[in-house]
């Protein structure tokens, strides 16, 4: 009787012990500063839920790929996806996961214009290549009829610093007019043809907040949070879409490649804004490596599937749109080619 006494004693032990080793597991990543805020409340929820700790360091995209490239962290992510040069680094094949979807917004600071301007991407690019310089231009006002605009110059704004943000912007004017895509082109940071530079999103909205006339480019959530109105932009389907939380899931439901590594930024979706932008989380598709353990790789995956699944139901409280059903079958099927010496790590998901 004893005996057995001490092998169910033995047994709990090893439990609670196992079940106390899988609960201190802490995995890291790095990345993306635009994804932080939607990140930090899944991380803590799935904390509360499992006793998984992640940390996340918001240190932008590039520093992101820097650390994933490193195998200093579980994960990186990036708002922009790697290119081949990069990858080419690798010591390993390297997934891109998306996320989530955000929006890169026009706003603006009018006097008596509302929310709803209509812009075209040739009005928009002129603009910002400083060839429309006041708001009663006849190409704004033809757009926009039944609206009084002032006479007030235009004021660009624009990032001064490097950022994903810049990067979807500027990729999709040179997408739109063939003029900015030689003059300025696209990249986190460009040489801007006219404007002034804020630094990070806050740096943009406190400018145009501060400057009647004033037009930029910031994401989503500081529109909302700042009561700025934006535009509505023409998508290549002809119709002024506005940036809602639909609209920028729409722009994902097309053709998405099987690595996901595409912008869908002047997206084919009949529905969809054009100016949407997928943030993608970084991972070796072999886990084996560095002396991980299986633990720890499995850890990983678990979080990932929660992410774009459970997870998905907390994007929309903090401006972020959900993935649509395409990118998720997409996911699934990433998540599932994820191994530990050859071997899936997810078998009955």
Known sequence: MKKWLLLIGLGLLGFFCGSVRAGEVTLLGAGATFPYPLYSKWFHVYYQKTGVKVNYQSIGS????????????????????????????????????????????????????????????????????????????????????????????????????????????????????????????YGKAVRWPTGIGGKGNEGVTGYLKQFPGAIGYIELAYAHQNKLPVAALQNKAGKFIRPTLESISAAARTNIPPDTRTLIVNTDAPEGYPLAAMTWILVYQEQAYGGRSLERARALVDLLWWCVHEAQEYNEALFYARLPENLVRINEKLLRSITYRGQPILQEK
């Open 62 to 185: 590039g520093g992101g790929i820097r650390q994933i490239l490193a195998r200093t962290v579980d994960f990186g992510a990036t708002d922009a996806p790697m290119s081949e040069e990069e990858l080419a680094k690798a010591p390993g094949k390297i997934l891109h996961l998306p996320m989530a979807l955000g929006a890169v917004v026009v706003a603006y600071n009018v006097p008596g214009v509302p929310s709803g301007l209509k812009l075209t991407p040739q009005v928009l690019a002129d603009i910002f290549l400083g060839k429309i310089r006041k708001w009663n231009d006849p190409r704004i006002v033809q757009l926009n009829p039944g609206i009084k605009f002032p006479g007030l110059p235009i004021l660009v704004i624009h990032r001064s610093d490097g950022s994903g943000t810049t990067f979807n912007f500027t990729y999709y004017l040179s997408r739109v007019s063939p003029e900015w895509r030689k003059r300025v082109g």
